[in-house]
Structures are given as C-alpha cells and as structure tokens.
C-alpha cells in the first residue's frame, strides 16, 4: 500500500497487553506508525525523578531497541503541538493509565481509538482483567471503542471475544487478550479512516465498573467462600497476590503468598473459617465461608521462592495447636 494512503497513528500504552498490539502496528502495511508513547512515573520510594524504564512497554521497547517516549501527562500543549507536526491522523490507546482530556480527543481527524480489555460496558475503569477473573466469567474480550470524555463510555467499533481458560491469571489473560487484539487492529484503523466505519453507542443495560485495584485488596478473607477466594488467587497473580498468615512454632506466624488453590471437597462443616483442617502431599486444606474448604497447592514465603504447599509444610510443619490461619492486622 503506498505510504500516503497509510493511516498515520500515534500508539500510547503501557501494560502487558500493549506489547503485542504494538508490535502489529508496527508490521501493518496500512499504518505508519509516527510514534509510541507511555507514561513516566515517578518514584514511589521517593517522590524523585521518573524512572527510566517504568512501565513493561517501556521496557519491552528498550530490549527491542524500539524508540518509545515517555509523557508526565499528554494534556499539554506541548504534547497536541507534536501530534500536529507528526501529522497524526489517528491516536490509538491500550491500557495507557492516563485519561485524554477533550481538546486532545478533538485532535486527530479520525478520532481516538481505546482497546479495552472487556466486553463493553461491563467492567469499564481500571481493572476488567482483574474483575473478570474475580467474578468467575466463562468469558471476556476486547472492546475498539471511540474515546470520550466519559471513563469507558464511548461508542463502539467492534468486539472480539476470547474464551477465559481454567489455568488463566491476570497474566496469561491479559497476554492472550493483547494476541487477540492485535488480530484486529490494523483492520479496525483502516475501517474507521478509509471505509468509513461509524461506532455504535453502548447498550444502557449491563454497566459495571472495575476498580483499580491495591496492595489491601490480596489480604485473605477466610469467611469468603472457597470458590471466592480460588478467583483471588487467579485474578490476583502476580501482584498483588492473596495473602495469609500461617502459623509456625512458638505462637509465630509467617506471611505467605498463596499462587495456586482449588476448591477442595474436604469436609470442614462445623470448622471456623480459617481453620486448617488437613494437611497432606497434595497441600493444606482450609474451611472457609459457608462450609467450603480450600485446598491450597502452592506458595511463596516472605523472602523466599515460590514452593509447593507441600516442600513448605517440610520446612514450617504447623503446630497443632495453632492450626488456623493468623488475621493481618491494620499496617500488615
């Protein structure tokens, strides 16, 4: 396709999924790509300079040797100015982490183009990928939505499902809906500038918003049941991981990181949740709310690897006599 019949765009991003979405654009003969742009953060530690590499496109592009600038904000003047001379048709964003405000919504001639890692409108906000895995769905996907000034409102171009896997985490989902998406995008972007595809306004019925998620949100509540807390451990893997405090010797506890549990069939009728109620090679076995067991298989100690439950229960047996689950306290 001759170059002047390319559909120049502008890519901002920043998390796992972007990654292969950038690559597509990057090889799509119908798209020059003008330039990939992503967030600067500054230090959490200190509140000092921004990192260098803070975000994993920015470090995905580093390894690539790909050229990627980094915007404390893109609401700036000086920001629309370089659009402008880049000549930008078309500004297309993937989990970016900053809101567009509307003097550069109005910028590019073919508008701002979202993929968003759900089925819009549910999950509109922070983390769909998060929720969807929280909630237990059968299914998400992704939305090419036009942006607006609204969080996630916009109309819609297309949608594309994905089938949620038994094995998926945050992780793997988020890599599988970024492949799925860059199926799409160059064909998207050339429908919208060069055939004219209009957007479809969301349905009103079936919104939800997906909050961004905290540290807080991975400490282990044992009255939840154990179909809950096995979607905490997915949704919640890597960061920030669900929590708990086993019990050692001497009135002790250790701090944990719980990477793979199931829904046990065990009995635990009776028992107070949190109570370890059996402890074998295939793991430990904890009631929970509504007379539900979890069967915890694998773990990450504080300081140490990821094991299975079983290597840890070799190092750290627990106690008889504290065989429950220790609470986290205000400031754990």
């Given at each position: 396709m001759p170059d002047f019949e390319r559909v120049r765009t502008y890519y901002l991003a920043s998390g796992h999924i972007s990654i292969p979405i950038?690559?597509?654009?990057?090889?799509?003969?119908?798209?020059?790509?003008?330039?990939?742009g992503t967030q600067q953060k500054a230090s959490k530690n200190t509140g000092g300079p921004a990192r260098s590499a803070s975000t994993p496109l920015a470090r995905?592009?580093?390894?690539?040797?790909?050229?990627?600038?980094?915007f404390a904000s893109v609401n700036t003047d000086d920001?629309?100015?370089m659009m402008q001379d880049l000549g930008v048709e078309m500004l297309v964003v993937a989990?970016?982490?900053?809101?567009?405000?509307?003097?550069?919504?109005a910028l590019p001639c073919f508008g701002c183009l979202n993929?968003?890692?759900?089925?819009?409108?549910r999950y509109r906000g922070a983390s769909p990928i998060v929720a969807s895995l929280l909630n237990g769905d059968a299914k998400t996907g992704v939305t090419f939505m036009q942006m607006e000034a609204g969080l996630d409102t916009g109309p819609i171009y297309r949608t594309c499902e994905l089938d949620i896997l038994p094995e998926d985490d945050s992780y793997s989902l988020e890599q599988r809906l970024g492949e799925l998406a860059a199926c799409s995008i160059e064909s998207v972007i050339i429908d919208i500038a060069r055939k004219g595809l209009m957007p479809a306004p969301q349905p009103a019925e079936g919104a939800s918003y997906a909050k961004k998620i905290s540290k807080e949100d991975g400490l282990a509540d044992w009255r939840k049941s154990a179909l809950e807390l096995a979607n905490m451990v997915r949704a919640y893997r890597p960061w920030p991981s669900l929590r708990t405090r086993m019990p050692a010797r001497g009135d002790k506890s250790k701090i944990v990181k719980i990477t793979d549990a199931v829904v046990s069939e065990a009995c635990s009728a009776g028992a107070k949740p949190g109570s370890i109620v059996g402890c074998s090679r295939e793991g430990i076995v904890v009631a929970c709310g509504g007379n539900t067991s979890?069967?915890?298989?694998?773990?990450?100690?504080?300081?140490?690897?990821?094991?299975?439950a079983a290597d840890f229960?070799?190092?750290s047996p627990i106690p008889p006599e504290h065989a429950y689950m220790y609470e986290f306290s205000v400031g754990d």
């Open positions: 950038m690559d597509a654009l990057e090889k799509a003969s119908g798209i020059t790509l003008a330039g990939i995905h592009c580093e390894a690539e040797g790909v050229e990627i600038a980094r920001f629309r100015g989990s970016f982490g900053q809101i567009l405000k509307p003097a550069l919504l993929v968003h890692a759900s089925l819009l409108p979890l069967l915890i298989r694998r773990v990450t100690p504080e300081g140490r690897k990821d094991m299975s229960l070799l190092g």
